[in-house]
């Protein structure tokens, strides 16, 4: 009964993986490239095992290890938590953006959510709208500031509970989950909530692999989103709040200074900002 209604890692971590594996996932590299990587990657490793002296006991938890990882879905947790940032970082650097910055997609991601008018109000619950409300509105643009009609922004954001839709038990499907079709100008506002900041299960293989070595498993509270127009390259990132914890220690290295947001009390009392994306050409 509880396992069914409370959220796990198990589950949170298996739905993740189910996610994942449904998306084709291809990559053209040579074989040459490939040897060069795989070389890099296990030198790198055999440099960690004489520079520590890893021991055989070691060795077989880590073993241990990594088949919990397996069994509890959570390699699409841990790779996001700890390696997204990096890949993120070449990827930008890569193809040389210079409009608004990338961030880590993560692991709940989930395509086709519902199309919302470009004055709208997230899908949410009864509990959701006792939470502290924020009005988040902007505009997409060109790198010239013109608005961009075509523009959709998808938004995917914890609850107040700091739990995903379709991650966690007995949330609606799409809840806290849209693609926002902009207005004429590319203008949009939408109204949602502020959501809590996001803790890794402590009941899972990251969760432990993080208590055993003393660090803490919290991610700032956060918005994600993708921003995609015709013509311009779709950019995945993700905003913060000002001041809030962990904004300053995220678990998975996810904060950049241009991505905080600082709403203000609007005359109703409620929280509001504006943030607009910056599409580069899709060149
Ligand atoms: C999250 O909510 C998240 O955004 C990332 C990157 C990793 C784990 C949970
Ligand atoms: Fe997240």
């Known amino acids: 009964m509880t396992t069914m209604e409370n959220p796990t890692a198990f589950g949170s971590g298996n739905a993740a993986t189910d996610k994942f594996k449904a998306e084709r ?47 509890y879905g959570e390699w699409p947790l841990f790779l996001d938590v700890f390696l997204e940032h990096e890949i993120e970082k070449v990827h930008y650097e890569r193809k040389g953006f210079a409009g608004t910055k990338g961030s880590i997609e993560g692991p709940y991601y989930v395509p086709d959510s519902p199309r919302l008018p470009a004055k709208c109000t997230m899908p949410m619950r009864e509990q959701d709208r006792l939470a502290p409300s924020l009005i988040f509105k902007g505009q997409v643009t060109d790198l010239e500031g013109n608005g ?9 954001h914890a609850d107040e509970e700091g739990f995903y839709s379709q991650f966690a038990p007995g ?5 806290l989950r849209g693609t926002v079709e902009v207005d004429e100008n590319g203008n949009f506002e939408i109204t949602t909530l502020k959501p809590a900041p996001y803790k890794i299960p402590a009941d899972g293989p990251t969760g432990w692999m993080i208590q055993s070595y003393g660090g803490h498993p ?4 956060h918005l994600h989103l993708m921003v995609k127009a015709p013509g311009k390259r779709s950019i995945t990132t993700q905003l913060y709040f000002k001041g809030g914890e962990w904004v300053d220690d995220d678990v998975a290295t996810a904060v950049k200074p241009e991505l905080i947001l600082d709403p203000q009390p609007n005359a109703a009392g409620i929280e509001e900002v504006t943030y607009n994306f910056v599409l580069d050409p899709d060149a």
């Open 171 to 175: 949330i609606p499907e799409w809840n």
């Open 25 to 71: 996932v291809t990559s053209d590299t040579s074989v040459e490239r490939a040897s060069a990587i795989y070389q890099d990657v296990l030198g790198a490793l055999a440099d960690v095992i004489h520079k520590h002296q890893v021991t055989y006991d070691e060795y077989r938890v880590l073993k241990q290890w990594l088949i919990d990882v397996g069994e």
């Open 148 to 156: 961009l009609p075509g523009a959709t922004v998808e938004l995917w």
């Open 218 to 221: 919290w991610r700032p509270a």
